[in-house]
């Protein structure tokens, strides 16, 4: 991964200065610096030129830089599409299906696949770096399994292996260049994505089950900024699962997709039309050697021009309709591996989610329940209070300046001590009965 790293980073520029240089401090006190200077490399820098990986059908990689117009004309390719891989914004999920390219910006992976290559911008990024490596990998072992397998046959099965490179192969096992990068690109968006769901997982059931043991507000806390980060992350695997699903309910969009398939017909055409031009061009140099019939008849030339244009556009009407069938079908059994893993992941982030929600209802239920206890014991110091106030009651009565007969006996005292507390307690009773009567209090 470092001899990789090393190797994808652009030069250092030879012309870098030195600030801490005692020659250049010294230039800088004289006469400005910027005078006599060439700024042809300012301008061609302000024109937006970019650092670009490209991986080509071998594994073989390469540092190129190209500026965004560029790449526009070489993989024809719309404005639009070009800012979905501008690092600088960010952008949801997407992978769109072009005349010549595919435009993928899956998380970390922002490339565009064409028949022959792959296009990503230049990047420091392990994921980025995992992916060409990944790429590369498959890519060789892919090559040394043909020409593996191309030995090991008869010549007969390798003759006619090499005709099925030429006009397509019909394996089933067989995808094109641009399903290959696109598989690694899924793979790798599905891939991370599942690993931070699973770290959540991780963080999340242990801090989860905190909470319900002791609620505290730095636990609380901690699950609020839990479950902000859970759906931030629902919300990129329902974007990555519902572009999938959408590619997969559009069987145009994955036609559109079959890049090899789209050069193959186009070259065919080329090579039909220039073999077509070759015989007009022996067909005249007869007509003009032979005699001329007095008979006027259509010439047999524009009869057999005719015959060969209807079969080829039947046949290639035929070829079109089933390597279309057979493209769909190839690229959709490949989404839909990837699609059964990202629904996965959305399921496990979706039971976290429950669970979460879970975890809030039972402590909002144990808060409820604390509440409850608190109105309770509230109620009862209220009925307390009221019982000790009428002993308050009695020692204002009695403590008015008029003389009564009552003063006068010496166990007057405690009568009137032991009336007022029977008094309270029976009345404190009554109202413990009326709230267990009302059931108020579950006594």
Known sequence: MSELK????????????????PSYRAFTSGRQPFQGMDFSGLKKRGQGARSWICVDTSGNSHIMEVDKFTMMRRCDLPARDMRLLDPLFVYPS???????????????????????????LNSLDS??????????RRLTTAGVNEV?????????????????????????DYLPFEFRALEVALEAACTFLDSQAAELEIEAYPLLDELTSKISTLNLERVRRLKSRLVALTRRVQKVRDEIEQLMDDDGDMAEMYLTEKK????????????????????????????????????????????????????????SVESNTDSVEELEM??????????????????????IDDTEDFINIQ?????????????????????????????????????????????????????????????????????????????
Not at 157 to 167: A, G, L, Q
């Open 367 to 443: 808060l409820d329940n604390v509440r409850n206890q608190l109105i309770q014991f509230e109620l009862l110091l209220t009925t307390a209070t009221f019982v000790v106030a009428i002993f308050g009651v009695v020692a204002g009565i009695f403590g008015m300046n008029f003389a009564i007969p009552l003063f006068d006996d010496a166990s007057a005292f405690k009568w009137v001590l032991l009336i007022t507390g029977v008094t309270g307690i029976i009345i404190f009773c009554a109202f413990v009965w009326f709230f267990k009567y009302r059931r108020l209090m579950p006594l």
């Open 264 to 319: 193959r017909r186009m070259e065919t055409s080329v090579y039909g039309d220039q073999s077509l031009m070759g015989y007009r061009s022996i067909d005249g140099l007869q007509s003009i050697s032979a005699p001329v019939s007095p008979v006027s008849s259509p010439p047999d030339s524009r009869k057999l021009e005719k015959s060969l244009s209807i079969a080829r556009s039947r046949h290639e009407s035929m070829r």
């Open 127 to 136: 994921y980025v770096l995992q992916y060409v490596v990944e790429l590369q």
């Open 334 to 355: 490949l989404l839909e591996a990837y699609f059964v893993v990202i629904d996965s992941t959305l399921n496990k982030l979706t039971s976290l989610k429950e669970y």
């Open 148 to 172: 593996w397998q191309s030995e090991s046959n008869d010549p007969n099965r390798r003759r006619s292996r090499n005709f099925d490179n030429v006009y397509g192969n019909t394996s089933p």
């Open 94 to 120: 997407t992978i769109l299906g072009r005349e010549k390219a595919i435009v993928v910006n899956l998380e970390q992976i922002r490339c565009i696949i064409t028949a022959d290559e792959v296009l990503l």
């Open 6 to 21: 090393e190797r994808l980073l652009p030069p250092k520029p030879a012309s870098a200065v030195n600030l801490r240089d």
